[in-house]
């Protein structure tokens, strides 16, 4: 329910209050417009934002604004667009001032939800309120965006860095399924060092995920209800300190394969709230003309935390596995300490005016990319099913999940399949085989970019997405075929696979999911950004534990049947595209058709 105050009738003395209010020195804003002269604003208007409850009064003490609640009852703080409510009450004040009617036209929407909450500014911007450069916000907060999920993936990858050295002993599949026992003088670390110590961390992997998806779609719900810096900062610290208590299973010298999974499967719950929240942010700041191209770059965040933690960890190893849990960890703190205090979640919590010259169409776009002109904005926040109903939700989730089967089978048993594969007939250290897995997440940069730009090009998302899936069938063959001949066959082939793996995953994530949260079927509701980002990766992440667990099994018989589930894999993720594809082609021989039919009326 919302809540709006007007103000339409002169405003008399009656309305101020009893004791005279001081004055402050200098020119002050007149309707709004900084630096234009005026008479001086009674100061009770000047500071932080008042209650509405108190705004209220202190505009209309003798009557109730049509549709609002009596003064006496309290009205609650508005969810977002607060500071909006606040530079209505300033241009209401400029009149009171010289004495006239506030007829300015704005109305404050004011939500009636007490047990929602607003987002407020940073504590670290709050000193540079003279700061309303757009292009200064959106650098800030695509650059702290890009740094947290770095944090999150940069943690993520370590268990798969540290896996062969947990379990050096493990029988796994070499070329087409003949079985081999290696680097039996590493004693690995109990229980993951016995017979079925693979399939014990495919569990670790799996229960991870499970929870992880799982609580995406509660994030998402969260995020679309919460100030989503808080969101984010508890997610990064949280995760910090579940991931460093893994790592202390080093020194505390346990044993126990459920202390391993309780925290791991902790560290997962508080994981599960940074992506809703970091897509939603970016979508907020950013409009949909070239969403694809800078999402596509935003996102190589992925890559480059997987391939900074797959460096750091592998280069930690030799102090003791402990320390490529520890070191990262603590690195994610101090970033998420950092995000705290300086990120800026939205502009109007920045407090930038819809109608200043520098951003009106920058803002238009990012709010409401989809919506009609002049259609109202919705702030309530959208349910669970009624998001799955937004056209293309479910088609694009469900190709997600087979993309992010494969993806996350990459990040989680590629450094051990190169270590337990014989690369020119040579087995790679476990520190070796970490550091070269790398080159797939550098493929998967260029593959995100390309995909982003492609889809911006032909304004195609599915038929971008499809057609890479497709591509990555061919790719994963080969890369399974031929990469065991030598180095540079198996880096060229690792480096084509990640592009085309990555490529469709980092493009559903990111510009699909933004798109899809402010689709025009929402009617203006701009509260479903973080729902739908939650829903669609958190079905992804379904498919993400699923295919660590299966390999984890698998793999103990032949590698090539771990291949082949991936090969299957991203032909489903294609063919579940395929209504939309076809939509999209309609679309397009449409538009070519009244293209050549205007172009021959012409002649």
């Known amino acids: 329910m919302e809540s709006t105050i007007s103000c339409e009738t002169p405003c008399s003395d009656s309305t101020r209050t009893t004791q005279t209010p001081k004055k402050r ?35 209309n003490p003798h009557q109730t604004c049509s549709g609002s609640p009596e003064v006496g009852g309290g009205l609650s703080r508005p969810r977002r667009g607060g500071d909006s409510f606040l530079y209505c009450i300033r241009k209401c004040a400029s009149a009171l001032a010289s004495g006239t009617s506030c007829s300015y036209q704005q109305s404050c929407h004011l939500m009636a939800q007490p047990h929602e909450t607003t987002s407020t500014k940073p504590p670290g911007l709050r000193l540079f309120r003279g700061d309303k450069a757009l292009r200064n916000y959106q650098t800030l907060a695509l650059v702290l965006t890009f740094l947290a999920y770095t ?23 070499s070329a087409w399924g003949r079985l081999h026992t290696r680097n039996t003088l590493n004693v690995g670390w109990y229980p993951f060092n016995t017979s079925d110590g693979s399939a014990l961390l495919g ?14 779609f509660f994030a998402g719900h969260l995020g679309d209800r919460m100030d989503l810096r808080i969101v984010l900062t508890i997610g990064m610290i949280g995760t910090a300190i579940f991931t460093a208590l893994f790592g202390a299973g080093y020194w505390l010298n346990i044993h126990s394969f459920y202390y391993f999974l309780i925290f791991q499967m902790i560290s997962g719950l508080f994981q599960s709230s940074g992506w809703p929240s970091v897509v939603a942010v970016v979508g907020n700041w950013f409009g949909k003309s070239k969403r694809g191209l800078i999402m596509g770059i935003w996102n190589s965040h992925t890559s480059i935390g997987n391939i900074s933690g797959s460096l750091l960890a592998a280069a930690l190893l030799k102090y003791g596995w402990g320390w490529s849990f520890a070191i990262p960890s603590f690195i994610m703190a101090l970033v998420g300490l950092v995000v705290f205090f300086f990120l800026p979640v939205s502009p109007e919590v920045m407090e930038i005016e819809i109608n200043d010259g520098e951003i009106n169409s920058d803002k238009d776009t990012a709010k409401e990319p989809l919506l009609e002109p002049g259609q109202e904005v919705k702030h309530k926040a959208i349910g669970f099913l009624e998001a799955w109903r937004i056209p293309g939700v479910a088609p694009f989730a469900l190709c997600l999940f087979f993309s992010k089967l494969v993806a996350y089978t990459f990040l989680y048993w590629l450094p051990f399949y190169i270590s337990h594969t014989p690369i020119g007939n040579e087995y790679l250290s476990d520190a070796m085989a970490g550091s070269l897995s790398t080159i797939f997440d550098v493929g998967g940069v260029l593959g995100g970019v390309l995909a982003g730009h492609i889809s911006d090009r032909l304004n195609a998302r599915a038929i971008t997405a499809a057609s890479f899936m497709y591509c990555a069938i061919p790719a994963l063959f080969l890369y399974r075929t031929y990469g065991s001949m030598s180095m540079t066959w198996n880096i060229c082939l690792m480096f084509i696979t990640g592009m085309f793996v990555n490529g ?4 559903i994530t990111t510009a699909v999911s933004a798109d899809l949260g402010t689709h025009s079927s929402l009617n203006g509701n701009s509260r479903a950004l973080a729902t739908v980002t939650a829903i669609i990766d958190g079905t992804g992440s379904v498919g993400a534990a699923i295919g660590p667990l299966l390999t984890g099994y698998i793999s103990t018989e032949s590698w090539s049947a771990v291949f082949t589930m991936l090969m299957a894999a991203a032909l489903l993720a294609g063919l ?11 679309g397009k021989l449409s538009s070519v058709s009244k293209c050549v039919a205007t172009c021959s009326d012409e002649v």
């Not at 569990?203 to 995406?216: C, N, Q």
């Not at 469709?504 to 493009?507: E, R």
């Not at 594809?581 to 309609?586: M, T």
């Open 25 to 59: 020195k200098g020119k002050e804003t007149q309707a709004g417009q900084p630096g234009s002269k005026g008479k001086e604003t009674p100061s009770f208007f000047l500071p932080s934002r008042p209650s509405p409850a108190r705004a209220h009064f202190l505009l």
């Open 504 to 507: 469709p995953y980092a493009l």
């Open 151 to 173: 944090c999150f993936h940069m943690t993520r990858k370590i268990t798969s860095i540290v896996k062969s050295e947990l379990d050096p002993q493990t029988r796994v599949g």
């Open 203 to 216: 569990e670790i992997d799996v229960a991870f995920l499970a929870v992880y998806s799982l609580g995406m």
């Open 576 to 586: 579940l595209l395929t209504h939309l594809v076809c939509a999209e082609l309609k």
